[in-house]
Nanobody
């Protein structure tokens, strides 16, 4: 089992950057495909980005492609989400998630993920 903690949310102006981090403990971090998802009240949790176990492959939702970058540091048991050119519609609770068993397949939905952090609120002011 793995525990996930995501500090680092907050309030940011539209157009600005923000970096989220997610620290993992428990089983070997490098065995997990990691992902970021987000949710606003009244809507389903939506996919943002995933990264392969080695960090060599990434996959993004069209809405964040070219603005967001997911990365990981397996030595630090941490996954990151660098968010640039933030828009008001990026306002959401962001969740870190982990799963094993999908190999290099990265087109994953929320229902595929096994472990979740508690989430961190990102508010983008316009």
């Amino acid at each position: 089992q793995v525990q996930l903690v995501e500090p680092g949310g907050g309030l940011v102006q539209a157009g600005g950057p923000l970096r989220l981090s997610c620290a993992a403990s428990g089983r070997t971090f490098s065995t997990y495909t990691m992902g970021w998802f987000r949710q606003v009240p009244g809507k389903e949790r939506e996919f943002v980005a995933t990264i392969s176990r080695s960090g060599g492959r990434t996959y993004y939702a069209d809405s964040v492609k070219a603005r967001f970058t997911i990365s990981r540091d397996n030595a630090k048991n941490t996954v990151y989400l660098q968010m640039n050119s933030l828009k008001s519609e990026d306002t959401a609770v962001y969740y870190c998630a982990a799963v094993t068993g999908f190999g290099e397949f990265l087109s994953l939905g929320a229902r595929n993920m096994d472990y979740w952090g508690k989430g961190t609120l990102v508010t983008v002011s316009s």
